[in-house]
């Protein structure tokens, strides 16, 4: 199994709603990684997990709350979220930290926020 | 810091064309990485290739190819013979030996049409 998934694919929230997105990997992978993309730009890196525990938090606002429960699984919790903050959101994984090694990435999470 | 450039935003060629894309780097460390990411209209970034600092012999794979010069700091790509299919931004991207976060360049938009 060489996927990334990610769960939904679309989502529409108000501000006041509270949602999570998921994303699942078993490819053994002990680092992962949630990314913004907005439209017609690069990805924006959030967070990165690494071996289960938050190493990088490039200061993402508190509405944005990641969570690692296994290795395997990834969430990002959304709470009071702002009409910009509609963008892709993409999980990675890769096998570890290392510069080298490459990421693999899922389909995505389409969010608007109304 | 590390930085990538894509000074070109968007391509439009007819089918069975060859087009480059270019990237061009910046970088202060030795040991670095290089990567491109196709990301087709769905959303997924597809990792395509990586090369090492150290490794500067070019790549093929089928239809594409790869120039590394590190003289020049640039990591071109080209397809040859393109597809419709090949229609997707692509990215370009680095890493340092020294900071593991991956740095986006901001993205070729290529059209293929038939």
């Known amino acids: 199994d060489t996927e990334v998934t990610q769960t939904p694919k679309h989502l529409v929230m108000g501000m006041t709603n509270k949602k999570s997105l998921k994303c699942e990997q078993h490819?053994?992978?002990?680092?992962m990684y949630w990314y913004k993309q907005k439209a017609k730009k690069p990805p924006e890196l959030m967070f990165v997990y690494s071996y289960e525990k938050l190493s990088i938090n490039e200061s993402v606002p508190s509405r944005f709350s990641p969570e690692c429960p296994n290795s395997s699984l990834l969430n990002l919790h959304l709470h009071a979220l702002q009409p910009e903050d509609s963008a892709l959101y993409l999980c990675?994984?890769?096998?570890?930290?290392?510069?080298?090694?490459?990421?693999?990435f899922g389909p995505g999470t389409r969010l608007t926020v109304l | 810091a590390q930085k990538v450039t894509q000074a070109q935003t968007e391509i439009s060629v007819v089918e069975k064309e060859d087009v480059t894309l270019d990237c061009v780097y910046e970088t202060r460390d030795t040991t670095y990485y290089l990567f491109w990411y196709k990301q087709p209209p769905s959303g997924e970034l597809v990792f395509l290739i990586r090369?090492?600092?150290?490794?500067?012999q070019n790549e093929i794979s089928g239809r594409y190819s790869w120039n590394f010069q590190k003289s020049t700091s640039s990591f071109n790509f080209t397809i040859t013979a393109s597809q419709v299919v090949d229609s997707a931004v692509y990215f370009c991207?680095?890493?340092?030996?020294?900071?593991?976060?991956?740095?986006f360049g901001k993205g070729i938009t290529l059209s293929v049409r038939p």
């Open positions: 991207a680095l890493s340092e030996a020294t900071n593991s976060k991956l740095t």
């Open positions: 490819m053994g992978h002990r680092a």
């Open positions: 090369r090492n600092s150290f490794d500067e």
């Open positions: 990675a994984s890769s096998q570890d930290r290392s510069s080298y090694n490459e990421q693999f």
